[in-house]
């Protein structure tokens, strides 16, 4: 399945069939690229998540090692100090989570694939379900972002938190994510999460 899926959506791209090439008419360099930025956008906000969860609960002595060791780290948890900040940054993170989900479902579906890249194959002799899940509904692109983009990094921050964090491009993506936020494309939930509040406790 892994090889199938790297074959289907590598060069699926390749062969110009993505819906970003044929829909909105993105070249093909453009697409490959951003799949790439997509994935490596949507690791780090799925790691540092998980990293930042992780050595919150730490001790003030353990903090003090990770200062040492771990500089860029050390100031990202000084950055989601608070439980404000905290609530910031998620609000941001899920903002780019779904907008780099939305884009790589775009550049993984191949709605008008006749023939499997590169081939003489015909989709049309594959099981309608298959043609249906994988090709139209992007299915394989969701198992390449589940694989590369969400449960690797997950993974390895849950084991070395410390490690992933201090990564220095993740810095970025923290402050991108609390400067998204503080421009409030997320504030509606807000209100409206505030407003079933403020309902239920009356």
């Known amino acids: 399945m892994l090889i199938s ?12 069939q993505s819906s970003l090439t044929l829909l909105f008419g993105s070249p093909i360099w453009l697409t490959f690229l951003l799949l790439i930025f997509t994935l490596l ?10 990293a930042i969860v992780s050595l919150s609960d730490r001790s003030a002595d353990q903090l003090i090692n990770v200062q040492k060791e771990y500089p860029v780290a050390y ?8 439980k404000i900040r905290a609530q910031q940054y998620l609000a941001g993170r899920q903002f780019f989570v779904i907008i780099t989900v939305f884009l790589n479902a775009q550049i993984t579906s191949f709605p008008n694939m006749n023939f499997l890249p ?12 298959i043609n249906l899940i994988c090709f139209k509904f992007g299915f394989l692109g969701a198992l390449l972002v589940l694989w590369t983009a969400q449960l690797i990094p997950q993974y390895y921050a849950n084991r070395h ?8 491009g993740n810095s970025f993506v923290v402050r991108l994510c609390l400067f998204i936020e503080s421009i409030g494309p997320t504030k509606p939930a807000n209100w409206i999460s505030s407003l079933v509040l403020r309902t239920i406790n009356n």
Do not use: K, M
């Not at 899926?5 to 110009?16: P, R, S």
């Not at 989709?123 to 309608?128: D, K, T, W, Y």
């Open 5 to 16: 899926t790297l074959y289907i959506v590598v060069f699926g791209i390749l062969a110009g």
């Open 41 to 50: 956008l949507l690791s780090s906000l799925e790691g540092t998540q998980i």
């Open 75 to 82: 100031s990202i948890l000084q950055l989601v100090c608070s």
């Open 118 to 129: 590169f081939t003489e194959y015909p989709v049309s002799e594959l099981p309608q379900w």
């Open 161 to 168: 938190p410390d490690i992933f964090l201090n990564i220095r």
